[in-house]
């Protein structure tokens, strides 16, 4: 695309010569990808070979994981045809109804019988599936003519319902065994035969092990490291935890401890199970400060995405079809999700008090909103919305607000009382690790669709996050609160070097935006700005220079312990730069989210690509 390709060879940087590599690396789960040059961002966007053949992985709702890949391959290898048809692999039945519903409603000449849906279960004759403590495989999968893919796609990524990695590294084994079967093969009535299954399948569980303050005691008497890929590898860790034979009890401390730390009442950073038995922190807790509010209003979903997505369906099942509106410039998936999924959605790009007025005009007029989604700063200019003012007219003309609060996080900010719902991706600081994906919905018991809504989620929210991963996440994410504080002082350091050096024409950040009053009405006490920042350059030219200059890790995501790099623009919105420079989102933007370094190390990381930037 002209304008964006910028010619030059980039700086001889280590970071430089990983284009496609992992990051972290060597994470087989890893939500990022290396992308270390300007020119390798663009080459992505354009479908380049010498990008594309080497990327080892991607952000997992932009790419498909090469282990989904390889068992969605599997399914079609043994159930259609793979010269024409592929399958996209999907956690539960419902999931997969609602893909294979979007790709013939995207594609409405297709006869329907070339998409079909199909479940995958444990053989009973094969695996005691009324086996207590035991998480089972299990999949489904659309299988589709090869033809449909762009719409197979974009339900993947709008939605984020598909299966994680884990999830199909775990069915692949099962799979592979013949212990995963197509459910219409089995012949009911059958009565399950009571075994363990093929010899991998009868390790000990952590339960055989037995548990010393959240640590497996291995075989040999052993205390097994847990806390982190650094000191024992991913796979190593769950085949000792759990032998394969992943142990759902454990699964299920994971998963209320997650829910608990995002409700506020668990801030010690403790293994399980004893972090679920002791006392409320009360000296630190942080509390959302909505009477009645509890840890069952948190639900827990596969990916941040999904949470948006679910937000949005529950809100359309418990009020009816409406249209929404997308206050501030969004993460693209949202606006997406909106305008894809129901009647549409109106789009206030601007997320000024200009837009504000107009929407008070339409209101007046008497058009009515199913809700209003924005984000708590957004992403990638840091703006805030104004709350106290959309949710004055929210109580006055009857609309839900959802606010996503991933970017500002639940330590720093403080915006239920102003919600109906809010969302979260916890693939990002509250995990922190980048190797695992997550997401969280909680509702406000104030909100006037509050009742209709636990109606709507009673019969309709399925716990599709799978069980390894919520280990991965509970165990990323007992540091948290220590984090914020660290990465929130890291970012404020680098805003300074940016804000002051004249190559850079615009630094955005909660503290020095023209909204920063919104942002501060939301503020907790003790709560920073957070560790997100942008910057954008007098040119794409001197954007490149700084990019490839600069030796941070550099991918897509945000959130991660180490700091992580992107001209965010760029790949968010390739197709359409000059749309998003009307709002303020030029090219030439790089995105920032700033790690746990020693302060003055990344201080001069930054200095030094500033200064490779020549004077004009």
């Given amino acids: 695309?002209?304008?964006?390709?910028?010619?030059?060879?980039?700086?001889?940087?280590?970071?430089?010569?990983?284009?496609?590599?992992?990051?972290?690396?060597?994470?087989?789960?890893?939500?990022?990808?290396?992308?270390?040059?300007?020119?390798?961002?663009?080459?992505?966007e354009e479908g380049e070979d010498w990008v594309v053949q080497k990327m080892q992985c991607g952000y997992p709702r932009f790419f498909i994981h090469k282990l989904i890949q390889k068992l969605a391959a599997s399914i079609v290898a043994a159930h259609g045809s793979s010269d024409t048809?592929?399958?996209?692999?999907?956690?539960?039945?419902?999931c997969a109804a609602r893909c294979k519903e979007f790709i013939s409603s995207q594609i409405p000449k297709t006869d329907p019988s070339t998409i079909r849906h199909l479940d995958f279960v444990p053989d009973p004759s094969k695996i005691a599936t009324q086996e207590p403590g035991r998480v089972l495989p299990k999949v489904s999968a659309v299988i589709y003519p090869k033809e449909s893919?762009?719409?197979?796609?974009?339900?993947w990524q709008h939605t984020g319902e598909g299966i994680s990695s884990r999830r199909a590294e775990f069915c692949q084994r099962a799979f592979d065994e013949n212990l995963l079967v197509e459910k219409s093969s089995l012949t009911p009535p059958q009565t399950p035969r009571l075994t363990k299954g093929p010899k991998r399948y009868q390790r000990q569980t952590s339960v055989d092990l037995g548990l010393t303050n959240g640590h497996a005691k291995a075989p040999n008497g052993s205390e097994a490291a847990t806390n982190g890929d650094n000191v024992l590898d991913s796979e190593q860790f769950i085949e000792e935890r759990f032998g394969r034979n992943l142990n759902a009890k454990f699964a299920a401390q994971?998963?209320?401890?997650?829910?608990?730390?995002?409700?506020?009442?668990?801030?010690?950073?403790?293994?399980?199970?004893?972090?679920?038995?002791?006392?409320?922190?009360?000296?630190?807790?942080?509390?959302?400060?909505?009477?009645?509010f509890t840890v069952d209003d948190v639900y827990l979903f596969g990916t941040g995405m999904n949470a948006i997505f679910t937000s949005h369906r529950a809100l359309r099942l418990a009020r009816g079809e409406m249209k929404s509106v997308m206050y501030g410039f969004p993460y693209v998936d949202t606006l997406k999700v909106l305008e894809k999924f129901g009647p549409g959605a109106v789009f206030y790009g601007h997320g000024n008090s200009d837009d504000i007025d107009d929407l008070e005009r339409r209101l007046e007029s008497g058009e009515r909103f199913l809700s209003l989604y924005c984000e708590f700063p957004g992403?990638?200019?840091?703006?805030?919305?104004?709350?106290?003012?959309?949710?004055t007219l929210a109580d006055k003309y009857q609309f839900a607000i959802v606010i996503d609060e991933t970017i500002g996080n639940f330590l720093n900010v403080h915006v239920l009382p102003h919600a109906d719902i809010v969302v979260s991706s916890l693939t990002k600081i509250f995990s922190g690790d980048s190797n695992v994906m997550g997401g969280a919905m909680i509702l406000n018991p104030r909100s006037k669709w509050?009742?209709?809504?636990?109606?709507?989620?009673?019969?309709?929210?399925?716990?599709?996050?799978?069980?390894?991963?919520?280990?991965?996440?509970?165990?990323?994410?007992?540091?948290f609160v220590d984090r914020i504080q660290r990465v929130n002082h890291n970012a404020e350091a680098i805003v300074d070097v940016l804000r002051n050096h004249n190559r850079v024409k615009q630094v955005n950040y909660p503290k020095y935006s023209p909204t920063k009053e919104f942002y501060d009405a939301c503020r907790l006490p003790e709560g920073g700005y957070g560790g997100l920042l942008s910057a954008t350059f007098h040119s794409v030219e001197d954007a490149a220079i700084f990019y490839d200059s600069l030796d941070t890790q550099k991918g897509p995501s945000l959130g991660?312990?180490?700091?992580?790099?992107?001209?965010?623009?760029?790949?968010?919105?390739?197709?359409?730069?000059?749309?998003?420079?009307?709002?303020?989102?030029?090219?030439?933007?790089?995105?920032?989210?700033?790690?746990?370094?020693?302060?003055?190390?990344?201080?001069?990381?930054?200095?030094?690509a500033l200064d490779a930037i020549p004077s004009k």
């Fill in 560 to 608: 991660t312990n180490f700091t992580l790099s992107s001209p965010f623009v760029l790949l968010a919105h390739y197709a359409e730069l000059d749309w998003a420079a009307e709002f303020g989102c030029e090219a030439s933007l790089v995105r920032f989210s700033v790690g746990l370094e020693e302060t003055a190390t990344l201080v001069k990381v930054f200095q030094t």
């Fill in 379 to 391: 992403n990638p200019l840091l703006k805030t919305p104004d709350l106290k003012r959309l949710r």
């Fill in 1 to 44: 695309m002209p304008g964006v390709r910028v010619p030059g060879a980039p700086t001889p940087l280590p970071f430089n010569q990983t284009l496609g590599e992992t990051i972290p690396p060597d994470t087989p789960h890893a939500v990022s990808v290396s992308l270390p040059t300007w020119l390798s961002n663009v080459g992505y």
């Fill in 85 to 94: 048809e592929q399958a996209m692999l999907m956690p539960s039945p419902r």
């Fill in 254 to 292: 994971a998963k209320l401890a997650i829910r608990k730390r995002i409700a506020g009442s668990l801030t010690t950073n403790t293994d399980l199970p004893q972090s679920l038995e002791e006392p409320v922190d009360r000296n630190r807790e942080r509390t959302r400060d909505v009477p009645e």
């Fill in 149 to 155: 893919w762009p719409a197979a796609k974009v339900f």
């Fill in 450 to 479: 509050y009742s209709n809504l636990k109606q709507v989620l009673a019969e309709e929210y399925e716990d599709n996050q799978f069980e390894e991963d919520s280990v991965y996440l509970e165990r990323n994410s007992r540091d």
